[in-house]
């Protein structure tokens, strides 16, 4: 099974984001975890699904739980 990577353009496309935005996010630690290979920067398909797994909310303050290792 190969693993699916989106670079930050494809990223920042999916949520409606700058690049700046996510470039921010990770100079502060906050975001999906990412690779960096050769200066390039790729997201793992499996991690932007459990970083939004961990971010679904029902309303405020009240996080949706999932199953699995999200």
Known sequence: MSVKHLNQRQLA?????SEA???RWRSEGIGPV????HGRVLYRQEDIEAYEARHLRRSPGHAVHTGGAA
């Open 21 to 23: 935005s996510l470039e």
């Open 13 to 17: 496309d999916r949520w409606g984001l």
């Open 34 to 37: 990412y690779l960096k290979l």
